[in-house]
């Protein structure tokens, strides 16, 4: 195995290598000739005919190795000399800045800079005058507000000046009608305010005095707050969308449901009459003919005097 390698050792140590191109080699690039520029940094190449054995590079290597530690300060001065020389460069043209100048920065910049600062102080200035003429005003007062309430129809039912009464029906015939009632009722539960429903089915009265104060015969429900009338069931859910129902409960009694459920009508609003018995007829004593009962409604109700 070593005479082998020893063998191809000394086969390969008498293979010569590619010499160097001659210096009048020359270049055809792009259809044009071109003869490259002499480097300065390397000898000429026609001092050199052909490449040593491998051997020789391999000592050559290492002694240009050797000798790159071992440079003289005179070479190093020689290769600073082969640049170019600074007369070529215009040194006037170089000074030292002064930092406390003004000329480091752009005049018109500056200037512009400084107009800016007055204008702001003038402003301010402007600001404090204001607000010490200001400070000797009183504040707007609170009776200087816009009612919002102002903007609504004044249509005062009985009893609901400073109340809200609603006007509802309580019978099913008509499903959409009824429907829209149940709707107003549950949107001002749901506001927790404490309001008066007056059921037109439940007292004729009631819609008699409902179509008086709207000048026609018009369905529930309809809705007044304050002496205003503010519509029926879809100017109510309009302007509960557009958050504008509750700033006109302003200063209506909260429900706080402590009140309960009403012990006498638990709820209803009216009691069977008293005095006939839900009749509507009473019969003297004797043998008289009945006579119709003055107190109670077309249906033998009284309104309940304890919660209405």
């Given amino acids: 195995m070593k005479a082998m390698k020893g063998k191809l050792l000394k086969k390969?140590?008498?293979?010569?290598?590619?010499?160097?191109?001659?210096?009048?080699?020359?270049?055809?690039?792009?259809?044009?000739?071109?003869?490259?520029?002499?480097?300065?940094?390397?000898?000429?190449?026609?001092?050199?005919?052909?490449?040593?054995?491998?051997?020789?590079?391999?000592?050559?290597?290492?002694?240009?190795?050797?000798?790159?530690?071992?440079?003289?300060?005179?070479?190093?001065?020689?290769?600073?000399?082969?640049?170019?020389?600074?007369?070529?460069?215009?040194?006037?043209?170089?000074?030292?800045?002064?930092?406390?100048?003004?000329?480091?920065?752009?005049?018109?910049?500056?200037?512009?800079?400084?107009?800016?600062?007055?204008?702001?102080?003038?402003?301010?200035?402007?600001r404090r005058k204001r607000i010490e003429g200001d400070g000797d005003e009183q504040p707007p007062s609170k009776s200087r507000r816009i009612d919002p309430l102002a903007e609504f129809e004044e249509r005062c039912p009985p009893g609901g000046g400073e109340s809200v009464v609603l006007y509802t029906t309580g019978l099913r015939a008509i499903r959409e009608t009824f429907e829209d009632c149940q709707k107003t009722r549950l949107l001002l539960e749901n506001l927790r305010v404490v309001f008066l429903e007056r059921d037109v089915s439940m007292h004729c009265e009631y819609k008699e005095e409902m179509w008086r104060i709207l000048g026609g015969k018009i369905a529930p429900p309809r809705l007044f707050i304050k002496g205003r009338y503010i519509g029926g069931v879809e100017e109510v859910i309009g302007l509960h969308e557009q958050g504008r129902l509750k700033p006109l409960m302003q200063g209506i009694t909260v429900d706080d449901g402590r009140r309960g459920c009403c012990q006498g009508c638990v709820g209803l609003r009216f009691i069977v009459c008293f005095n006939c018995d839900g009749s509507r007829k009473i019969m003297p004593e004797g043998d008289g003919e009945a006579i119709v009962c003055s107190e109670c409604n077309e249906n033998g109700l009284i309104v309940c005097p304890f919660c209405c």
């Fill in 12 to 126: 390969l140590k008498t293979v010569k290598a590619i010499g160097y191109l001659k210096p009048d080699t020359i270049l055809q690039v792009s259809g044009y000739l071109y003869t490259p520029p002499p480097n300065p940094a390397r000898p000429p190449l026609a001092a050199i005919e052909e490449c040593p054995n491998s051997t020789d590079l391999r000592d050559e290597e290492t002694d240009t190795d050797d000798d790159k530690e071992n440079v003289s300060p005179e070479e190093n001065e020689n290769v600073v000399e082969s640049k170019p020389p600074s007369s070529e460069i215009d040194v006037t043209s170089f000074r030292r800045p002064d930092l406390y100048s003004r000329s480091l920065f752009d005049p018109n910049l500056l200037s512009a800079f400084e107009q800016a600062v007055m204008e702001v102080k003038e402003r301010e200035a402007e």
